[in-house]
């Protein structure tokens, strides 16, 4: 079975710009989480779909906004990029919200000038 | 507010030695822990989890002790190799929301042979 694909890995932008990021989870998965990680701040959850809607958000400012499709792909938007967004957005699948483990993809590494 | 604190930032362990990695928590109502290992470029992989109902779980090299009252649990990495090299992760979450992970800020393992 295919794990979690991210695309696209590496991304670089200016400030100002938007940046829109894409996670394809493990096939029959419908719980899709996204998680920025930083080197000062660590793994921190953004927000966790599930059936098409957003079941839970993170601390961060509205700019960061998310979707799912029908076919539990999912994208995470950045609008007005700020250099303190250069991070690894990490997304990761599990069966269901009651499902215990969460399989992380490789993460796409984004990187604001 | 960190809600798990891990310790230590980094550890060097000889080949062949155990590896200890301590979380402590503050939420009561986590009910979900889990341990992560990530290597450079990579995404996080589920090590082993356990429960509040249960004080130890093994698998293969790898126990975690969990202890309720102290609200703390820790990694043990038995015979410790250096293919374990890497960044680990300690987490938490709540009931039903195994989506949303609290991580600690990691340690970064190196076994030296």
């Known amino acids: ?113 | 507010q960190q809600q798990v604190k891990q310790s230590p930032q980094s550890l060097i362990v000889q080949k062949g030695g155990i590896s200890i990695i301590n979380c402590a928590y503050e939420n009561t109502a986590f009910d979900y822990f889990p341990w992560y290992q990530q290597f450079p470029g990579k995404g996080p992989a589920l090590l082993i989890a356990i429960r509040p109902d249960v004080s130890e779980k093994k698998e293969g090299r790898f126990t975690i002790s969990f202890n309720k009252s102290a609200k703390q649990f820790s990694l043990h990495i038995m015979d410790s190799q250096p293919g374990d090299s890497a960044t680990y992760f300690c987490a938490a979450s709540e009931r039903g929301s195994q989506g949303n992970l609290i991580f600690g800020k990691g340690t970064k393992l190196s076994v030296k042979p």
């Open chain 1, 1 to 113: 079975k295919a794990g979690v694909t991210q695309t696209p890995r590496y991304l670089i932008k200016t400030r100002g710009q938007q940046v829109t990021l894409s996670c394809s989870p493990i096939s029959g998965h419908r719980s899709v989480s996204w998680y920025q990680q930083t080197p000062g701040q660590g793994l921190q959850f953004l927000f966790e779909y599930f059936s098409e809607t957003q079941r839970n958000k993170g601390n961060f400012p509205g700019r960061f906004s998310g979707r799912q499709f029908s076919n539990s792909r999912s994208e995470m938007n950045v609008s007005t990029l700020e250099l303190g967004d250069s991070a690894l957005y990490l997304c990761a699948s599990s069966f269901s919200r009651s499902t215990d483990t969460q399989y992380f993809g490789p993460g796409t590494r984004l990187t604001v000038l």
